[in-house]
Each structure stands twice: as structure tokens, then as C-alpha cells.
């Protein structure tokens, strides 16, 4: 090649790699500009403001202790008028609330449907985030069965060094030391089968027994909001109690597991040898309902919807839905849908519109 020739490729390829820099650069500069209006978008956003009057039913975790990239640990949120409630706290509870466009800061009571570890793993993180994003000056009341003292207590013990930390890094100013943690307050069940936790105006939330023995106790709730009723089962067998408390209810949000996807896992157990899993999948079904009995219950209740929840085993596809509802829609003839994570179901005040759609 003539040395001209070479001079003229060899500047064209400067110039390429300049433009190539450049390309970057301003790749990264919009990067950054779209990554700044997110963020104020985000900051600025306030999601419960745009709802109207009523019960609102968010899902920040519909799965089991099974792993599942649709749906976390156990976890339910509820925003009544301006209250906004948590059932339950499995892992990954506090951020799929950030997702669900709640500020955990406003966190105004924890209330937890037995003591299982997946219903509460999350408990620790979600108490924090809501002190520090909060600034809260009281600790969130936990509301569950016998035994939530040693769980919010345990928790008080574990975060101890961490809950120090925080105050000496941010200012008590900005984290105030008496609002860590949680107030644990334990919801004995009298005679009947039901207590009443909240009766505040226009709300109420009734507890409930449920039968997910050897778990005991172990509860639902019943929340009513001015003429709008939402009830959670809980982990339970088929109950009468469940049957009961939703009767006329606008949404029924039951726990489901389906044996017929159970056994293609305990298949696979089998071969792999995996011997104590396969006792504990056969454990498991005896106290847990199937998405039939599920129905069952909703059509006997005249519920005006049924969300299916803590869905096992995970779903990971869409064409595995129909498998797992089985004849669960032909039971339940009203709305019916199987939980994913950033579901939400609006129920407005002063009327029977219930409003399904998804946050993310």
C-alpha cells in the first residue's frame, strides 16, 4: 500500500474511533438525563392520591417458600381510605410495595395471619424501611397470633446494632430512636372464633381462626372499609370459618396449591433423590386448599370476586394457569384470577365496581 493511501485509512480510522467516543459519550449522557427525569418522576409521584374513596387491595407477594421469579414471599396490602395496612411480610415484601407505588413510610400497622417463617422473613426489613423513610417516632404496630412478642422482639434484638448505626450515621433528627422496630400486639381469638383488631370509624378488621393445623393459631381477616369488603384467608385447608366471614364480601383473596403441578415436582424430586423434599411436598397438601375448594368457597359465599394467592407450586407460564386453576372456573363463574406480584384490585367506595389491573 502506498504510503498516501495508508495516511488516508489510517486518519479515517481516527476519525471513526472519535466518533465511536462520541457515539458513547452522548449515549451516556441521555442515559443519564433519562435516568434524572425517572427518578424525580418516581420521587414526586404520589400513586395513592390518585385513587378514589374505598378498599384498595395490592399484591406484594403472591408465592410460597417455593423460588418463583413471578411472585414473593407471602404479602398483601391494603389501603383503606387514607390507612394503608400489610398482611403478612415475606421476603421481598418491602421493595414489591416500593414497586406498587406505596411509600412503606406510611406504614400504619403490620398484620400477620400466622407465624410460618415465609410470612414473616420479610417482617425485619419492612419494620426499618418504615421507620427510616417515615421518620417515625413510634414503632408500627404488629398485629398476629400468640407469640408475635418473641418475633418482634427476636427482630428488636437482631437490628439492634443496626437500628445504633443509623441514628449515629443520619441524626436522630431524621431517624428518631423511638420509632424503630415494631409494638408487638398479640390478637387472642375469643369465643366464636373472631376478634376484632382495628374499629376505627369508618374501618374495621376482624381476625378470624382458620385451620392450617399443626399451625395453631393461625388467622384471616376480614376488612371492611365504609360498605366495600375484602377477606384474606390465610394459609388454610377448606374452612367454614373462611365461608363465613366472606359471605357477600366484594373480593376474596384464598391461598391455593395445586396437586396436580405438585406432582410433576415431586417427580422430579423422586429422580433427582431428593428424598426430603418429597416428604415435605406430601406434608404440605393436607393443609393447604386447591383452587376448586378455593371457588367452592367463593360461589357459596356469593363473593363478587376470588384472587387466587400463595400460589403453589410457582407458575412460571402463562399456558400453566389453566392446568393450575383446574375447574375452578367452572365452580367460581365471577372474576377470577391467579395472583402475580404488582396485581391490584380497586374496590371505590358507594358502589360494587371492582377494578382489576397491574402496577408492573
Same mark, same amino acid.
Given at each position: 500500500?502506498?504510503?498516501?493511501?495508508?495516511?488516508?485509512?489510517?486518519?479515517?480510522?481516527?476519525?471513526?474511533?472519535?466518533?465511536?467516543?462520541?457515539?458513547?459519550?452522548?449515549?451516556?449522557?441521555?442515559?443519564?438525563?433519562?435516568?434524572?427525569?425517572?427518578?424525580?418522576?418516581?420521587?414526586?409521584?404520589?400513586?395513592?392520591?390518585?385513587?378514589?374513596?374505598?378498599?384498595?387491595?395490592?399484591?406484594?407477594?403472591?408465592?410460597?417458600?417455593?423460588?418463583?421469579?413471578?411472585?414473593?414471599?407471602?404479602?398483601?396490602?391494603?389501603?383503606?381510605?387514607?390507612?394503608?395496612?400489610?398482611?403478612?411480610?415475606?421476603?421481598?415484601?418491602?421493595?414489591?410495595?416500593?414497586?406498587?407505588?406505596?411509600?412503606?413510610?406510611?406504614?400504619?400497622?403490620?398484620?400477620?395471619?400466622?407465624?410460618?417463617?415465609?410470612?414473616?422473613?420479610?417482617?425485619?426489613?419492612?419494620?426499618?424501611?418504615?421507620?427510616?423513610?417515615?421518620?417515625?417516632?413510634?414503632?408500627?404496630?404488629?398485629?398476629?397470633?400468640?407469640?408475635?412478642?418473641?418475633?418482634?422482639?427476636?427482630? @428488636?434484638? +437482631?437490628?439492634? /446494632?443496626?437500628? %445504633?448505626?443509623?441514628?449515629?450515621? !443520619?441524626?436522630?433528627?431524621? =431517624? #428518631?430512636?423511638?420509632?424503630?422496630?415494631?409494638?408487638?400486639?398479640?390478637?387472642?381469638?375469643?369465643?366464636?372464633?373472631?376478634?376484632?383488631?382495628?374499629?376505627?370509624?369508618?374501618?374495621?378488621?376482624?381476625?378470624?381462626?382458620?385451620?392450617?393445623?399443626?399451625?395453631?393459631?393461625?388467622?384471616?381477616?376480614?376488612?371492611?372499609?365504609?360498605?366495600?369488603?375484602?377477606?384474606?384467608?390465610?394459609?388454610?385447608?377448606?374452612?367454614?370459618?373462611?365461608?363465613?366471614?366472606?359471605?357477600?364480601?366484594?373480593?376474596?383473596?384464598?391461598?391455593?396449591?395445586?396437586?396436580?403441578?405438585?406432582?410433576?415436582?415431586?417427580?422430579?424430586?423422586?429422580?433427582?433423590?431428593?428424598?426430603?423434599?418429597?416428604?415435605?411436598?406430601?406434608?404440605?397438601?393436607?393443609?393447604?386448599?386447591?383452587?376448586?375448594?378455593?371457588? @367452592?368457597? +367463593?360461589?357459596? /359465599?356469593?363473593? %363478587?370476586?376470588?384472587?387466587?394467592? !400463595?400460589?403453589?407450586?410457582? =407458575? #412460571?407460564?402463562?399456558?400453566?394457569?389453566?392446568?393450575?386453576?383446574?375447574?375452578?372456573?367452572?365452580?367460581?363463574?365471577?372474576?377470577?384470577?391467579?395472583?402475580?406480584?404488582?396485581?391490584?384490585?380497586?374496590?371505590?367506595?358507594?358502589?360494587?365496581?371492582?377494578?382489576?389491573?397491574?402496577?408492573?
Amino acid at each position: 500500500m502506498r504510503p498516501r493511501a495508508r495516511r488516508v485509512l489510517l486518519g479515517l480510522a481516527a476519525l471513526a474511533a472519535v466518533g465511536i467516543a462520541l457515539a458513547w459519550t452522548l449515549r451516556a449522557e441521555l442515559a443519564l438525563a433519562v435516568a434524572a427525569r425517572a427518578a424525580r418522576a418516581q420521587l414526586a409521584a404520589d400513586f395513592p392520591a390518585t385513587l378514589p374513596d374505598g378498599l384498595h387491595v395490592g399484591v406484594c407477594g403472591a408465592g410460597s417458600p417455593f423460588p418463583d421469579p413471578r411472585r414473593g414471599g407471602p404479602c398483601t396490602l391494603v389501603l383503606a381510605g387514607g390507612r394503608l395496612l400489610v398482611f403478612d411480610a415475606g421476603a421481598g415484601a418491602t421493595r414489591t410495595i416500593g414497586r406498587l407505588g406505596f411509600d412503606t413510610g406510611r406504614i400504619d400497622a403490620i398484620l400477620l395471619t400466622h407465624l410460618h417463617s415465609d410470612h414473616l422473613d420479610g417482617l425485619g426489613e419492612l419494620m426499618l424501611q418504615r421507620w427510616v423513610a417515615g421518620s417515625r417516632t413510634e414503632p408500627v404496630p404488629v398485629h398476629g397470633p400468640p407469640g408475635v412478642e418473641d418475633v418482634v422482639g427476636g427482630l @428488636a434484638r +437482631a437490628y439492634a /446494632a443496626d437500628r %445504633g448505626y443509623r441514628v449515629a450515621h !443520619h441524626g436522630a433528627e431524621f =431517624v #428518631p430512636p423511638g420509632g424503630a422496630g415494631g409494638t408487638a400486639r398479640p390478637v387472642p381469638i375469643g369465643p366464636g372464633g373472631r376478634a376484632t383488631v382495628i374499629a376505627d370509624g369508618e374501618l374495621e378488621v376482624v381476625a378470624f381462626e382458620v385451620d392450617h393445623a399443626p399451625v395453631h393459631p393461625a388467622y384471616g381477616y376480614r376488612i371492611r372499609y365504609r360498605d366495600r369488603v375484602v377477606v384474606l384467608s390465610g394459609d388454610t385447608k377448606r374452612s367454614d370459618a373462611v365461608a363465613r366471614e366472606a359471605r357477600g364480601a366484594d373480593l376474596l383473596v384464598h391461598e391455593a396449591l395445586s396437586e396436580r403441578l405438585l406432582r410433576i415436582v415431586d417427580e422430579a424430586a423422586a429422580a433427582a433423590g431428593r428424598g426430603s423434599l418429597r416428604k415435605i411436598l406430601h406434608d404440605i397438601v393436607d393443609y393447604h386448599a386447591s383452587p376448586e375448594e378455593a371457588a @367452592a368457597t +367463593a360461589r357459596d /359465599a356469593g363473593v %363478587g370476586a376470588l384472587l387466587l394467592n !400463595h400460589v403453589v407450586p410457582p =407458575v #412460571p407460564l402463562d399456558a400453566l394457569e389453566p392446568v393450575f386453576l383446574g375447574d375452578a372456573p367452572r365452580l367460581f363463574t365471577g372474576p377470577l384470577r391467579l395472583a402475580r406480584d404488582g396485581d391490584f384490585v380497586s374496590l371505590p367506595a358507594g358502589g360494587r365496581e371492582i377494578r382489576f389491573s397491574r402496577r408492573f
